[in-house]
């Protein structure tokens, strides 16, 4: 038996993954011009974009229409599939794709990952390996639902600036937050974006971090990892990954990072540094 897995482009994957999956684009507005992720605009293009744009774009999910579509045809030559989608508490994603596998009983099997972005990315690394085991569809999707909820993503913003243009933060509190160089960290829980604590300095923010994957028992070296940062330069990420090296041991050399796309990228800014893990406090 022959099964696939699907992906929405909100979900950020190493090189090796992406050449396996499907990926649904979402879509990507700038004022009147609108997108395809990953398709009519890279993430180089983007982050040029939002730097330059005075609004902040706004996303949307792919209709079940178009989720229809891709079911089609990716079961030309699958049997079954697995369509892993964002939190359906962060976009209207997962119904999209619930509604459009009414079609297809016993062939869809859709997976809520309650994460986002590089959360989403070693959910769907972790699907892979599943799928390199010979398991079908219905197994990868409930293997799958129980192992999201040992995924932890943590975050350092390196600027209020596009936390106040999304009218998350007030123009007072960006200001004061300059001043005082204040950097969020943020995390994802229960399939939303919530804040951890507001770190001065990112020498600060990123002792806090450390914290937290220390509070999470360390990182599960044995399942997916994986970085990523905001942005067209990584020398931030590179210099929380130096100020963190006792956490990855002899992984140092071989961390997988990648660039963290749309969806987080809009509200985060430029300069945001992210990792994604399999807590070690979790049972295997």
């Given amino acids: 038996m ?4 699907l992906i929405d482009s909100t979900a950020d994957i190493i090189p090796e993954a992406e050449k396996r999956v499907t990926v649904i684009p979402l879509t990507i507005r700038f004022g009147d011009k609108e997108y395809l992720d990953g398709v009519t605009i890279d993430s180089r293009m983007f982050y040029e974009m939002l730097v330059e744009s005075d609004e902040l774009p706004t996303t949307s999910q ?7 579509e891709a079911y089609e045809k990716a079961l030309q030559d699958a049997d079954q599939l697995v369509m892993i989608t964002v939190s359906s508490k962060l976009s ?7 509604i459009a596998a009414e079609d297809y009983p016993g062939k869809v099997f859709v ?27 219905e197994n990868i999707a409930w293997k799958l639902m129980q192992k999201r909820e040992e ?3 943590l975050a350092m913003l390196d600027t209020l600036e596009f936390l106040k243009r999304g009218g998350r933060i007030s123009k007072t509190v960006a ?3 300059g001043l005082l160089n204040i950097k969020p960290v943020v995390c994802v829980e229960n399939g939303e974006i919530k804040m951890l604590g507001k770190a001065r300095g990112s020498k600060q923010a990123n002792n806090l971090l450390i914290q937290e994957i220390e509070k999470a028992g360390g990182v599960d070296f044995d399942k997916p990892l994986l970085l990523g940062y905001t942005g067209l330069s990584d020398v931030l990420l590179q210099k929380y990954i130096q100020d963190s090296a006792s956490l990855w041991e002899e992984y140092r050399d071989n961390l997988p990072v990648t660039v963290v796309g749309s969806v987080v990228g809009t509200h985060a800014g430029p300069g ?4 994604a893990f399999f807590s070690k406090n979790c049972v295997n």
Avoid: M, N
């Fill in 2 to 5: 022959k099964v696939k897995i």
């Fill in 62 to 68: 792919a209709s079940p229409f178009v989720f229809a």
């Fill in 92 to 98: 209207g994603t997962y119904q999209s794709a619930v």
């Fill in 111 to 137: 997976v809520d990952s309650q994460s986002v972005a590089i959360g989403s990315g070693i959910l769907v690394q972790y699907a892979l390996r599943l799928l390199d085991r010979g398991l079908d569809a």
């Fill in 151 to 153: 995924i932890r993503v």
């Fill in 175 to 177: 200001f004061a937050g």
């Fill in 272 to 275: 945001a540094v992210a990792v």
